[in-house]
């Protein structure tokens, strides 16, 4: 069985700190992707990154980061200078390259930064 | 973005009537994957498909059936709606396994 652990429920910031959201997961496949979305007060999902089990790079976009480690069976997201229209939930999941139907997420983390 | 429309978006209805939610798809994408939502949840598995007629259980699967009839279409049944199916139903499609894109999510309330 996979599982997704989030375990920061909700993080309060205010605005312009650096934020790190956790997600650490379990699987015994090798190859699996993994994935950030953001789930803004709208409703909709939006897709964040999408990183494959055999790519450890770390990943760099805007104030946007992850930092992928198959050690610690870790994928955390980091906001540095987070601003206002950053709070939202943020969902890390995990896919087996293998199996389509095999989809894991957690349960989330609620960010809210304030002004 | 995957063109990826859901209806209808939002529907009230009375427990033990048949409830029928349509995910269409413009992407010509091979699967597809209906979600349920629910508060302090994170998104669960209801049932997917890997292509036209083939389809498989999910995580929660129990009081919902699906059918593809054709690749752009995947339809999610709730044949006699309970108030524990009241959620937020969100359709998703794929190219592959690892692509995930969501649609905009229908709001079910089952009174």
């Known amino acids: 069985a996979q599982k997704v652990t989030q375990a920061q429920t909700e993080i309060s910031v205010v605005e312009k700190e650096d934020v790190t959201l956790d997600c650490v997961y379990e699987?015994?496949?090798?190859?699996?992707?993994l994935f950030w979305y953001k789930q803004p007060p709208s409703g909709e999902l939006v897709f964040l990154i999408r990183?494959?089990?055999?790519?450890?790079q770390n990943e760099i976009s805007g104030r946007y980061s992850w930092n992928f480690q198959k050690s610690t069976s870790s994928f955390n997201f980091t906001i540095t200078a987070s601003q206002v229209v950053d709070s939202a939930v943020y969902f890390c999941?995990?896919?087996?390259?293998?199996?389509?139907?095999?989809?894991?997420f957690g349960d989330g983390t609620t960010l809210t930064v304030k002004p | 973005d995957a063109g990826i429309t859901q209806s209808p978006r939002h529907k009230v209805t009375e427990t033990g009537t048949p409830v029928t939610l349509r995910c269409h798809q413009t992407?010509?994408?091979?699967?597809m994957y209906w979600y349920r939502q629910d508060p302090g949840h994170g998104l669960r598995l209801i049932h997917y498909?890997?292509?036209?007629?083939?389809?498989d259980k999910g995580e929660v699967s129990d009081g919902y059936s699906v059918s593809r009839s054709k690749t752009e279409d995947f339809l999610l049944t709730l044949e006699s709606a309970t108030s524990s199916q009241t959620s937020v139903y969100f359709c998703?499609?794929?190219?592959?396994?690892?692509?995930?894109?969501f649609g905009e999510g229908s709001r079910l309330t089952v009174l």
């Open positions: 999941a995990l896919i087996l390259n293998t199996n389509a139907g095999k989809s894991t």
């Open positions: 990183r494959n089990s055999f790519d450890e």
């Open positions: 699987t015994r496949d090798t190859t699996y992707y």
């Open positions: 498909s890997y292509g036209v007629k083939d389809t």
């Open positions: 992407e010509n994408h091979r699967y």
């Open positions: 998703a499609t794929g190219g592959a396994p690892g692509e995930l894109f």
